[in-house]
């Protein structure tokens, strides 16, 4: 049972973290939490099912095809929830219309594809047991992401742009970056990483339309706890979280599994707002 | 005709604020009569919605104190109603204790729902917007998930059968009524809370968090209240849910459900009683009337609220808000009237001075402050100067309690004054001003005023909330002392002008008219005379002169140095957090140091 | 002959900007001439750095801005960089979790490989000292560093007129001397340079001409070979009379 929890653990760990990814990249990119994080990566199980499955296209056709999809959503999702509203003094205005859309996500999802949940298709037949694809593939996805981010910023021009804009957005303008396209390139590469997620962890996850309010919050969960834009931190706490909530769901049974990770959640987030990874001073006055 | 003769401007009749942005009742009666009327259509289904949009009304008019007017974005507020739903259906159905009657079931609904309407809303104190959202939604599906989960009490999957409520509320429009008959109560309490300083304060603590400390406005306490309340209501709505849908099951209790809630408020327009209740019938009643639209719903919704948000963050209540669409005159100015002052500003005996001692502050590395001394004494002008970085606005910020410094203290008198408590420091009567000027863009002049005497309110929540007496004198009070402070700063024909229309010298004034409403004995002016023109800067001195000679003592940061010269006391003058020079005009500015600090040398 | 006047490089006329609903500027003129040193003084809250964000492009604004002969209305923060006007932000504000060499090729992000390459190596020939710590993450330089490195990448977009605001800030004097004489040789190269001051002592030594701001307008404008410019200043800036004067 060890096996089972820690194998399945780690595979959803590894969705969340993935997820929780797709939230950093998109608040470093423009300061602002999206709830269309989990929504684009449900769209991962739901877009491979529809390719593969039910247009019978091969997976090495499915799979970029799926990423495309996420980058062009991740693009759409800037241009219209996110851009008009960075412009304007009412904060909160993001957290409605990426919310707004993100309905829009599901709801359309809902109706075209099913409100049941359907298979996904097998991509590579090894297994059952520990080395079954569906363990290891979400695993590696993230793995893959995880070193993919790291090349990107730290030795192409324009992850460091990517990270010129997130830490100081101004002096980036004044230096002539392109700060809008840079931003648009961002939730480019958000989309993708969401959909890689749910792709990845289409096996374990299904394509089921539901999955996109489950995957916003789960995948929320290692960025409060780890931090606001650290990577790092996301990863260690989906894992984590991955761990605790198929350890609970073995020890308690499903539903109070939910309810343990979220007090849990909700007792660390109230003693640290900022997460663990340390606190942010903001001058107010 | 002079400053002394002209009368003293009235305020144009506002028309009650609990109508949100309508002139006259008109709008409400219409509601109400059409809905007293709707049983002589005698169109069973044409009930049923009905009822429904009078039940989800009863929770979104509650909800639309927490959502629309303190702004927290609590998108899982239909943990709420299922709360109630079960609570109420289960202690009538009897699977937990004994059967109890309907009326104490929903009774003891309403408490539990307030008690974890409290709960729900904790974390707003502590975390930022996003997040607290993230959470109610975490709680909506907490408490569907035990719904689901606990058999043997709600039945699991299968379900509980709702609550029948006895006559005449069993039949159809019965029920209807009694259902319409709690919508109304709710309609006119939010409406009541709306215009009191309760509701003025809460959106005060969402536009302008700063100015509200400022004014004494305790954020906890509030929020607390209006979670309760919320919360509360939000059950009872629950109970009436459960007997409407006659047998309850967890998944009718869906995100959607939330949703609509929620987008109800933001369309209707925040900060309105009339907005989210077009809002809350609107999305009830659209998906029937279009058969085919019923599964594309959420989807309209939410398309809907996309771009109510691009285009027209305001929603309805902005659409329908004619009256600020009138244009205003062009050329408008600012004609401070220091007679009426005496009315403002309550002598009193004391004559305490406000005294710094050794206050130091850095900030990361750097000394903004170094060990600071400065004394303002009742009854005069006290300049603070420097070059940018010299430590002026920290200083401020120190004194009215936002920052805490690392050593020294602040003494009103003899005694120290709280660090960190800035909404203490209204207690004091020590009352301040902006770089920035903070307001409420969307209510008018007057109850941006207002918001500066909410601690001088006498009434509960509760007697608002009931337009008990005591209630209906603070509100008469407060407007009246507005009307003063706007008519001393010269700003009374603006009165009843959403403010986000005035220019930004107008909105200068308007902040002192507002720390005024304190009846300060210590006012801080944190650069005010920046973007005013030169006749209104000569203007704003006069004021600030009058002020003074009332026997408030004033400290004045700015840089404008005709201004500070003209009419200060005394002059401090910071650089680099330090005191570089101190005493009357004259000897601060023939000395050789403090022209070099300003030049730079 | 009528012997026509060639337009200055940057040329402002009626220039108002400001931040929302304050104005800050109002009907401001002032020019650049290629090759010269223009220093804008003038006390905290005139307005010196808005005008320098108004120009470059990072704030909107009415009113006319002429570079190189070219109207620059509507012109982004990158565009005006393009056309060879870059603007070098107050602060020494640099990409701190990136290197030095790193800070330096993203400001030529616009440019093909190779030239890059090529701008960001004379950019460095210029500043030796922090040449020697390319490789060294922004974050561990020092302040007079840092405002070294700001400059060098203003450098490397190769301007025509470059805009430094407030170099000295938070500076010892040493390092200041610095950065006005890398200035100063900029100037001999042919660059422009309009230089925001609150020192102005040094600042007039290195400049040519001097335009003066207080309280959102022009209050003075002068070559700095005239005579009793530090009074003249003094009484642009309190508007009032001098009790006692400044003496050298």
């Not at chain 1, 929830?81 to 999802?109: C, G, N």
């Not at chain 2, 942005?21 to 259509?41: I, T």
Request: glycine residues 10%; proline residues 5%; charged residues 15%.
């Amino acid at each position: 049972m060890l096996e089972s929890i820690i194998s399945y653990g780690l595979a959803v760990g590894a969705v969340y973290a993935l997820i929780g990814i797709t939230y950093n990249v998109m608040f470093t990119a423009s300061r602002v939490f999206s709830f269309t994080a989990g929504m684009v990566g449900m769209l991962g199980g739901v877009l491979g099912a529809l390719f593969i499955n039910r247009l019978g296209l091969p997976v090495w056709v499915g799979f970029p095809l799926t990423l495309a999809a996420g980058a062009v959503i991740g693009v759409i999702t800037e241009i219209i929830t996110v851009r008009p509203v960075l412009k304007s003094i009412e904060q909160h205005l993001y957290v409605l219309s990426t919310l707004a859309f993100a309905l829009m996500i599901q709801q359309f999802t809902a109706i075209e594809w099913s409100t049941e949940s359907q298979p996904f298709p097998r991509l590579i037949d090894i297994g059952p047991g520990l080395l079954d694809q569906q363990f290891w593939l979400p695993v590696l996805a993230c793995g893959a992401v995880i070193v993919g981010l790291e090349l990107l910023y730290r030795h192409t021009l324009i992850g460091h742009a990517f990270l010129a804009i997130a830490e100081d957005n101004y002096a980036a303008r004044a230096l002539g970056l392109p700060e809008q396209s840079l931003r648009m390139m961002s939730y480019a590469l958000a989309g993708m990483i969401a959909v890689l997620a749910g792709f990845a962890g289409g096996e374990i996850l299904l394509a089921f339309f539901g999955n996109g309010p489950m995957l916003n919050f789960y995948g929320f969960v290692p960025v409060a706890l780890g931090g606001m834009g650290s990577n790092r931190g996301a990863v260690v706490g989906g894992i984590a979280l991955g761990l605790f909530q198929q350890a609970a769901n073995f020890l308690f049974g499903g539903i109070f599994a939910s309810v343990a990770v979220f007090v849990v959640f909700i007792i660390v987030l109230l003693a640290r707002p900022e997460g663990l990874a340390g606190a942010v001073a903001v001058r107010r006055v | 005709m002079d400053a002394t003769t002209r009368p003293l401007a009235r305020a144009r009749p506002l028309a009650p604020r609990w109508l949100g942005r309508m002139e006259a009742l008109w709008p409400f009666l219409l509601l109400g009569m059409a809905g007293l009327c709707l049983p002589l259509l005698d169109d069973s289904y044409l009930g049923v919605i009905a009822t429904r949009a009078c039940i989800y009304w009863v929770l979104v008019s509650a909800l639309n104190l927490v959502v629309g007017f303190a702004g927290q974005i609590a998108i899982g507020w239909v943990a709420l109603l299922t709360l109630g739903a079960y609570v109420t259906s289960v202690l009538t159905a009897g699977t937990a204790i004994p059967a109890l009657p309907p009326y104490l079931a929903l009774a003891i609904a309403a408490v539990s729902g307030a008690i974890f309407g409290v709960i729900v809303g904790l974390p707003a104190l502590r975390l930022r917007t996003f997040y607290f959202a993230m959470t109610t939604l975490g709680f909506a599906t907490i408490v569907t998930q035990v719904a689901l989960a606990w058999r043997g009490v709600t039945g699991g999957g299968i379900g509980v059968p709702g609550p029948v409520f006895p006559e005449p509320f069993d039949s159809r429009w019965g029920f209807y009524y009694f259902c319409f008959g709690i919508a109304a109560v709710c309609t006119w309490m939010t409406a009541n809370i709306a215009a009191s300083r309760f509701g003025r304060a809460l959106v005060a603590i969402r536009d302008a968090e700063v100015a509200a400390e400022a004014a004494g406005i305790s954020k906890p306490s509030l929020l607390m209240i209006v979670f309760l309340f919320s919360g509360a209501v939000a059950a009872v709505a629950g109970g009436l849910f459960a007997s409407l849908q006659t047998y309850i099951t967890p998944d009718a209790f869906t995100f959607d459900l939330s949703v609509l809630f929620f987008i109800a408020i933001l369309i209707g327009g925040r900060g309105s009683i009339l907005g989210p209740l077009l809002g809350t019938i609107l999305l009830t009643v659209l998906p029937e009337f279009a058969a085919p639209l019923v599964a594309w719903s959420t989807f309209l919704y939410a398309a809907l609220l996309l771009v109510i948000v691009l285009a027209m963050p305001g929603g309805i209540a902005e659409m329908l808000d004619f009256r600020n669409r009138r244009p205003l005159e062009q050329h408008r100015e600012i004609a401070p009237r220091t007679d009426v002052l005496p009315r403002v500003l309550a002598r009193s005996g004391e004559r305490a001075a406000l005294t710094l001692q050794g206050i130091s502050l850095s900030f990361g590395g750097v000394r903004a402050v170094d060990t600071l001394d400065l004394t303002i004494h009742p009854g005069e002008v006290h300049g603070l100067i420097g070059p940018n970085g010299s430590g002026k606005t920290t200083t401020l910020n120190v004194i009215s309690g936002y920052y805490a410094p690392q050593s020294g203290q602040v003494l009103l008198g003899a005694e120290a004054l709280p660090q960190r408590a800035p909404q203490r420091r209204a207690g004091h009567r020590i009352a301040r001003t902006f770089q920035t000027p903070r307001l409420i863009g969307g209510a008018s002049v007057l109850e941006n005023v207002m918001i500066g005497g909410t601690i001088a309110g006498r009434g509960s929540f509760v007697e608002s909330l009931l337009s008990l007496p005591r209630h209906r004198r603070d509100e008469a009070a407060l407007n009246e002392a507005a009307m003063l402070a706007l008519t001393t700063v010269g700003l009374e024909q603006l009165a009843s002008v959403r403010a986000d229309r005035l220019q930004h010298s107008e909105l200068r004034f308007m902040e002192i008219a507002r720390a005024l409403m304190l009846s300060p004995t210590f006012l801080l002016l944190d650069e005010p005379a920046a973007g005013l023109s030169a006749e209104e800067i000569r203007r704003l001195g006069a004021l600030i002169v009058a002020i003074s000679r009332q026997g408030t003592g004033v400290l004045l940061v700015e840089h404008h140095a005709d201004l500070i010269f003209d009419i200060c006391d005394r002059i401090t003058v910071l650089n680099l957090g330090k005191v570089l020079a101190a005493g009357t005009p004259a000897e601060v500015r023939s000395h050789r140091e403090v022209v070099n600090a300003y030049l730079g040398a | 002959m009528p012997i026509s006047v060639p337009e200055p490089l940057l040329q402002v006329t009626g220039l108002a900007a400001g931040y929302g609903k304050i104005d800050v500027l109002r009907d401001i003129d002032m020019t650049v001439g290629e090759g010269e040193i223009v220093a804008l003084l003038g006390p905290n809250g005139a307005g010196k750095s808005t005008l320098l964000r108004a120009v470059s492009g990072l704030l909107p604004r009415t009113g006319c801005v002429r570079f190189g002969g070219r109207d620059l209305a509507g012109a982004s923060p990158r565009d005006t960089v393009r056309a060879g006007l870059i603007h070098v932000i107050e602060g020494h504000r640099v990409f701190t979790q990136l290197s030095v060499f790193d800070n330096l090729q993203l400001a030529g992000y616009a440019l093909t490989r190779r030239e890059r390459g090529r701008r960001v190596e004379e950019a460095l020939a210029f500043f030796p000292e922090i040449a020697a710590k390319r490789q060294d993450r922004a974050g561990t330089l020092s302040g007079g560093q840092q405002q070294m490195l700001a400059v060098a990448q203003g450098l490397v977009g190769k301007p025509r007129l470059l805009m430094l605001d407030e170099p000295s800030a938070g500076l010892s004097p040493v390092l200041v001397d610095r950065v006005l004489a890398a200035a100063g040789r900029l100037r001999d190269t042919g660059t422009a340079i309009l230089l925001v001051e609150q020192l102005i002592e040094k600042a007039l030594a290195l400049a040519d001409r001097v335009y003066a701001l207080a309280r959102g307008t022009i209050v003075l404008q002068a070559g700095t070979d005239e005579s009793d410019l530090p009074n003249r200043l003094e009484h642009a800036y309190f508007g009032q009379d001098v009790s006692a004067p400044l003496a050298y």
